[in-house]
């Protein structure tokens, strides 16, 4: 037999391990309100420890406006009125937040009937409360919806009968809410709209909802109008509709629209379907209405996927665009004309650029749709994108040409310059874009009258290459130029500036100047050459003849004369050979020779032309001796040129002084100072060219073929001058032979 105190002791067990591990609160509490004993539930429900529940009443953590509700019911039960009862309150969690709970108390008694303690058994419902407060505040916010719209709200049974209308009924029918309960609608359906509305609800039935459906109702007054309903089936928990919800407003306004806006389209339907662009109307939603022949062409769709079957603008708008497109649609919706440039899609998926109108379409005032006008201007965007990247590319051009390059507006304003231009000219951009054409610092004075010239041809519309012209640099410096114009068009063809090309050719004149030099020594030699040649034919005649003279004794008494004319014969002859250094060099001996003594026989020589012109020669010799290796002739021709040069320089007298002296034993400077007229200062570098002369007779080729001379000998030349007060030649001549004076003789017996 089993011992009875086992089974109480393993029941008791039992039914505390229920107790403490059970999810729904458990307490012992006292007669007074605190807690005896409770489970980790309770705790977890209020925030409270059981020590601490023990330490307080229950009244410290119930909701003060659930008090006196509490106490009521707990006072009952003392009283005997009840064992037992159950109560939804609220508590206060130790953290201060509110905790629904379902508090079930029985009041337990001893065996005389005396109270004892209170069970309690407390459940969290806070989720559910809060489920049921949001389930009335919707219904509130339903109710106040369906009372107070306009359009008509209303359930169904599934066989279409009304159980639900809302308020709006009486203004849009003109029957109450009772009049219609148990109503179908059928009943009041335009007989022509019967089978359209019995489809729908078909339709909500199988597929749960419907979407757009316009019939005619008739009004309690007995006149039809236009209606749009939407259905969506209430489904039950069978899974299956069990009621109807639908909304329907009255369109009778807009069908009428609707109506007058297609007899507008058939009367200017030939412009609107022979348009070569894309014309369309759209309605208030997006919807088309209507295409013409263009759109169709532009998009690849047929009217019938277009308008038939209900495609809104927006399925035909690149998805980047769709925004923009949008703000335009609605800002024609609000009676503002729009234009834009928009990207669509073509059937094939192509995108396809289109420049688009939208206008409102106003009956009584009110826009009631929105007609399109749509360009395709893909190939225009193509095009200006090519005529962008070729304006990139000849802007690049400009900025990298290695000439100056200037372009101005119609109106001769410089707009823009490139980076040649500041590099040759010396100008910044900033400095000089926006000047007039006309007064530019860059163009010297004297050459305005030929740019207007130049600037009339490009007004014309001609263009012009090559002129040759100067311009000025910022410092001042005068640069030899080739100018090339053209005029630049828009892109009508019309005249919208010019552009200007200053190719500076300042080193290529100075090499064309070169070379006509070379021309001119050229041109001098074989001129120097039939000179030599025309009179050394006479003078070999006259030289024989005096010769032949000279033997015949009848005239031997004037044999001294015969002797000095022999000798200037000699002499001319050897004037000829040297002017033949110009065309053909003669043969030449260097040989050691007394530079003085040189000097002095010149000096003798030319006394009486000195004399006769008032000229005194002085000499001034550094040392008695000074020997050079020369070509003693041609350095004699050389003295005979710079001292007949400084005579002819003093018309009316002075003195020539000749002064030779030593150079750091390297050489020896000859000096011929007059005291003349002098030579200005822009001459003095253009001596040496041939042809050129300060002398009204002369032909400028003594100072030519001296430079020359001195060069070949390895020694220089420099003049000095001064107007109105005299000239200095200075000659310099290397003292000892070198390799430049042998190979320079060569030189001049080899040309």
């Not at 020997?627 to 001292?643: R, S």
Request: proline content about 2%; some cysteine; hydrophobic content about 35%.
């Amino acid at each position: 037999m089993i011992n009875q105190h086992s089974l109480k002791m393993e029941e008791q067990i039992m039914y505390m391990h229920a107790f403490q591990n059970t999810t729904v609160g458990m307490a012992m509490v006292s007669l007074d309100g605190r807690v005896i004993k409770c489970n980790k539930a309770v705790s977890t429900i209020l925030g409270y420890t059981e020590e601490e529940l023990t330490n307080i009443s229950f009244s410290n953590y119930t909701h003060k406006e659930d008090i006196q509700r509490s106490y009521k019911v707990i006072n009952e039960s003392l009283e005997g009125l009840r064992d037992s009862y159950q109560i939804e309150k609220r508590f206060i969690h130790k953290n201060g937040e509110i905790v629904w709970g379902l508090l079930n108390v029985t009041l337990i008694r001893d065996a005389e009937g005396d109270p004892l303690y209170f069970l309690s058994q407390l459940n969290d419902i806070s989720d559910k409360k809060e489920t049921e407060e949001k389930l009335r505040e919707m219904g509130k916010q339903f109710q106040l919806i369906t009372d107070n719209s306009l359009d008509k709200i209303s359930k169904h049974a599934l066989n279409g009968d009304y159980t639900y209308v809302s308020p709006a009924c009486v203004n849009l029918l003109g029957y109450t809410q009772d009049e219609l309960i148990g109503v179908s609608p059928l009943d009041l359906c335009h007989p022509d709209d019967i089978a359209v509305l019995e489809k729908h609800l078909t339709i909500v039935l199988n597929q749960g909802e419907f979407h757009k459906l316009t019939f005619r109702m008739k009004l309690k007054s007995g006149e039809y109008r236009w209606f749009e309903s939407a259905g969506k089936g209430i489904i039950g928990e069978n899974g299956q509709v069990t009621e109807i919800l639908t909304f329907t407003r009255d369109i009778t306004h807009r069908k009428s629209v609707e109506e007058r806006l297609r007899l507008n389209e058939k009367r200017y339907k030939s412009l609107f379907e022979n348009n070569p662009d894309m014309c369309f109307i759209v309605d208030l939603q997006g919807n088309y209405t209507s295409i013409n022949k263009s759109f169709e062409k532009i998009t690849g769709y047929t009217y019938k996927e277009i308008v038939q079957d209900g495609i809104n603008f927006r399925f035909l708008i690149e998805k980047e665009d769709l925004k923009k497109v949008e703000k335009h649609f609605a800002g024609a919706v609000a009676g503002n004309v729009q234009r834009y440039e928009a990207s669509g899609i073509n059937k094939q998926g192509r995108a396809i650029i289109l420049d688009v109108v939208n206008a409102p379409i106003m009956i009584n005032n009110e826009v009631v749709g929105v007609y399109g006008i749509a360009k395709d201007i893909s190939k225009q965007k193509a095009a200006e994108a090519a005529l962008k990247q070729a304006k990139t590319q000849l802007e690049s051009f400009i900025d990298n040409n290695v000439d100056p390059i200037l372009i101005f507006n119609k109106n001769g304003k410089l707009l823009k310059v490139n980076e040649a231009f500041e590099t040759t000219y010396g100008w910044s951009r900033e400095e000089i874009i926006g000047q007039d054409h006309l007064h530019l610092e860059l163009i010297p004075e004297k050459y305005t009258e030929k740019v207007k010239i130049n600037l009339d041809t490009l007004k014309s519309g001609a263009k012009f290459k090559g002129i040759k012209s100067k311009r000025k640099t910022r410092d001042g410096d005068i640069l030899d130029v080739d100018i090339s114009g053209f005029p630049t068009e828009d892109e009508k063809g019309e005249l919208n500036g010019w552009a200007i090309t200053l190719r500076d050719v300042t080193e290529a004149k100075l090499a064309e100047e070169v070379l006509r030099n070379s021309e001119k020594l050229s041109v001098a030699g074989q001129l120097a050459a039939g000179i030599a040649h025309e009179i050394r034919n006479p003078m070999t005649a006259i030289k024989g003849f005096i010769q032949l003279m000279n033997r015949d004794k009848e005239f031997s008494s004037r044999l001294k004369y015969f002797d000095i004319i022999l000798k200037e014969i000699s002499r001319i002859e050897l004037i000829i050979s040297e002017l033949l250094i110009l065309a053909k060099p003669q043969d030449v001996r260097v040989t050691q020779a007394d530079i003085t003594s040189l000097i002095e026989e010149v000096a003798v020589l030319l006394q009486t032309q000195a004399i006769l012109n008032n000229v005194t020669i002085e000499t001034e010799f550094e040392n008695n001796a000074q020997l050079i290796f020369c070509e003693k002739n041609q350095i004699k021709q050389v003295c005979i040129n710079f001292i007949k040069n400084a005579i002819e320089a003093m018309p009316k007298g002075g003195l020539l002084r000749i002064k030779v002296s030593n150079v750091n034993d390297k050489g020896i400077n000859i000096q011929f100072i007059d005291q003349g007229f002098g030579i200005p200062s822009n001459l003095l570098k253009k001596l040496g060219e041939p042809f050129y002369t300060t002398k009204e007779k002369g032909t400028g080729l003594g100072f030519m073929v001296s430079k020359k001379i001195i060069e070949n000998h390895g020694g220089s030349l420099t003049v000095q001058s001064e107007e109105n007060k005299g000239t200095t030649v200075e000659v310099f001549l290397p003292l000892q032979r070198s390799s430049e004076v042998d190979t320079n003789t060569h030189n001049l017996m080899e040309n």
